[in-house]
């Protein structure tokens, strides 16, 4: 679809790398590392993916190598460059389309991909020609698996491209997509009733961008992607803030929410509402052990602290003290530098824990101050 298509050649290289080095050595361990660089150097699609992903996530080298991931990526897409257009030779594993397309829209734009070193090829592109490219390779790469990541990212790129002025030009991939493409009209009728039958799930007005982006974050929550469910998380933190102090009649006031339970029952049961599907979507998240929604859950029920785009409200009534020490618990069984948040919040709220345990104080500063140096900062003064 769009000139990037797959030929599916790659299946053979799946089926290689599986044989030769799953079931020889595992997933994980230095020997399949190794084997996974000797096969891509071979020509292996589905390597070049895998060894890509080694350098992306910092596996192996532990330094940026963004540039390089992204050239071995575009290898495994069999994607070259000819201007600002890419060109699909048509040898590609799929799974590297939207690989690629997270970088068009990501490099140096906020993410951990900000302080990527220079890619040629992403720099010859306009920021919206970026946006419209990385939508043809999401579509694409759909067309072919069901991959969460690119579903989260059709959402994020309909949001992107209202923000750029770009609804024309993504309607025109994206309603073609829907009418060319039978795996993209099954995914989206699988949302519900609402989008049944094609012509709700087309783009007629720039308005259409935001309803979809959120039918898309669904989709993909759905499937347990927790970028999807942080970011339905958001979008609801939000609208119960925005409710919360319609109902205050006072915005900002702050009282635990008393003052709201006072309000009218529709806008009492939209707030309701808004509530469970923020502890939804981070729920989701935080049982797949993800730091962010854990620690974020935690706080919710520690405090029921919830924080938006219009600042912070805690709505009293909803904390539950053992909930909230399981979900700071959940946020640092694989940590990143959100777990630091966590490990500071057991400290906080649970201090006789650590009264008399002097090597688990000890403990846990360490891993704070490994993880996030300003969290480190406040530690100390506890």
């Known amino acids: 679809m769009f000139g990037f298509v797959s030929d599916g050649s790659y299946k053979k290289d799946l089926e290689l790398y599986t044989n030769n080095i799953i079931r020889e050595y595992g997933v994980s361990s230095k020997s399949s590392e190794r084997e996974i660089i000797c096969l891509s150097n071979e020509g292996n699609v589905v390597a070049d993916k895998l060894y890509a992903d080694m350098l992306f996530y910092k596996k192996i080298n532990g330094k940026n190598n963004y540039r390089e991931a992204f050239a071995l990526y575009m290898r495994s897409a069999d994607i070259s460059c000819k201007g600002d257009e890419l060109i699909c030779g048509g040898k590609a594993y799929p799974m590297s389309f939207w690989y690629i397309a997270f970088y068009l829209v990501n490099y140096r734009q906020g993410s951990f991909l900000e302080k990527a070193e220079e890619i040629e090829v992403i720099e010859k592109m306009s920021y919206g020609t970026r946006l419209l490219t990385a939508l043809k390779l999401s579509v694409s790469a759909l067309e072919y698996e069901s991959i969460s990541g690119a579903i989260n990212l059709i959402g994020r790129i309909f949001v992107l491209a209202g923000e750029q002025g770009l609804y024309k030009d993504v309607a025109a991939i994206y309603n ?108 989701i998240a935080a049982d797949k052990l993800e730091p962010y929604a854990a620690n974020r859950l935690g706080l919710f029920y520690m405090t029921g602290e919830i924080t938006g785009r219009a600042g912070t409200i805690r709505l009293k009534q909803y904390t539950d003290t053992p909930l909230a020490k399981e979900y700071f618990h959940k946020a640092i069984v694989y940590r990143d530098s959100n777990s630091a948040w966590a490990y500071y919040n057991l400290m ?32 100390m003064d506890l």
């Open 176 to 283: 073609n997509a829907v009418e060319e493409c039978d795996n993209i009209r099954s995914l989206i009728a699988s949302y519900g009733e609402d989008y049944g039958d094609i012509e709700k799930m087309l783009l007629y007005s720039e308005k259409d961008l935001l309803r979809l982006s959120e039918v898309f974050f669904v989709l993909a929550a759905r499937r347990g992607y927790v970028f999807a469910c942080n970011s339905l998380a958001a979008g609801k933190a939000d609208e119960i803030i925005d409710t919360y102090n319609a109902l205050q009649g006072n915005e900002g006031a702050d009282d635990g929410g008393q003052r709201a339970l006072s309000g009218e029952n529709d806008d009492m049961n939209k707030l309701d509402k808004l509530v469970a599907d923020y502890i939804k979507y981070l729920k």
């Open 348 to 379: 906080k709220y649970f201090p006789k824990t650590f009264s008399t345990d002097i090597a688990l104080t000890n403990d846990y500063m360490d891993y704070i101050k490994a993880l996030n140096k300003k969290v480190y900062d406040l530690a």
